[in-house]
């Protein structure tokens, strides 16, 4: 899978799932002081990762995840 998938796919569920405009998914965007995602949010995020990807979130792996790249970059060394 392209890292351009993987941006596409979660940029979709970001849109859908947590009401996060657009113009706000840029690389850099930090997940909780930028684009308002909450502890509890992260929870649902890493069901929904391991539904559309097919891997095994493991938490302790999530603690260096703060920014949308981040997220990108995590997803595509696992797939």
Known sequence: MQKDDIIEIVN???IDEFEIEQE???????LVD???IESLDFVDIVV???NK???KVKREEMVDVRTLDDMYKYIE???
């Open 12 to 14: 979709e569920f970001l």
């Open 24 to 30: 706000s998914l840029n690389p850099d965007a930090k």
């Open 34 to 36: 930028d684009l308002g």
């Open 48 to 50: 929904i990762i391991e």
């Open 53 to 55: 990807f097919g891997f």
């Open 77 to 79: 060394e696992r797939v």
